[in-house]
């Protein structure tokens, strides 16, 4: 029972910001928002967290409404090594609980 | 290694056989994470351990399934009497935070094929 909701499949243009939506509508105050990624055949891979405030990174930036009951991960030129599915997760404490994630492709 | 490293990579079983599966955090990681990634699905959580201790266990399917993590560092996820549904990628993911924050480094996985 992942506490977020995500469509299931993305496209994006090679080159352009691919812009990936969660909803996470009963996230508690102490709860941080975290972005995974998965390439085919791997594990998970790290892209981003934030609790309240937008943060940046080198991968990507994660926008989080005032409400904090949806937030935005940006990858702001997509390339086609981006293709993978994303997980946006709400941690609870202890554990990190993935849902179905998003999977997005980058197109030439 | 500089990552987490599981073993074995691939593992056939034949239904009913007993299998055990390694996991080798970064070390002075402090948690430790295994999930079962059955084909096309997100990974699902089985137990966590914060550096000895198993915290939460309450994703593990069956008490066929078992974990241990003797002294804070290597884990062993045991599967006895494997059946068909076992079949899926095991995922270790190792953090230095206890807690909420810190993100989760994740192995390569174990697939397990249960014949």
């Known amino acids: 029972d992942a506490k977020t909701t995500q469509p299931p499949s993305m496209d994006c243009a090679e080159g352009r910001a691919a812009n990936l939506p969660c909803n996470h509508s009963?996230?508690?105050?102490?709860?941080?928002v975290y972005w995974y990624r998965q390439i085919h055949s791997q594990g998970p891979q790290y892209i981003i967290h934030g609790l309240k405030n937008n943060e940046t990174n080198e991968m990507a930036s994660l926008i989080i409404t005032e409400d904090r009951k949806s937030s935005t991960l940006i990858l702001p030129h997509a390339t086609l090594r981006d293709t993978a599915v994303y997980y946006c997760?709400?941690?609870?404490?202890?554990?990190?609980?993935f849902g179905a994630g998003t999977r997005l492709t980058v197109k030439p | 290694g500089a990552g987490v490293s599981q073993s074995p990579r691939y593992k056939v079983a034949k239904r009913g056989q007993d299998v055990a599966l390694r996991c080798d955090p970064i070390?002075?990681?402090?948690?430790l994470f295994w999930y079962q990634q059955a084909l096309g699905q997100g990974p699902e959580f089985l137990t966590y351990?914060?550096?000895?201790?198993?915290?939460?266990k309450s994703g593990l399917p069956s008490d066929r399934f078992f974990a241990e993590r003797p002294e804070g560092s290597v884990s062993t996820l045991k599967i006895q009497r494997t059946q068909q549904e076992d079949s899926a990628v095991y995922l270790c993911a190792s953090s230095f935070f206890a807690g909420d924050t810190g993100e989760l480094f994740f192995g390569e996985g174990s697939r397990l094929t249960v014949l």
């Open positions: 351990f914060q550096n000895e201790a198993q915290l939460d």
């Open positions: 009963t996230i508690s105050g102490n709860e941080y």
């Open positions: 070390s002075g990681h402090v948690s």
């Open positions: 997760i709400v941690r609870v404490e202890g554990d990190m609980r």
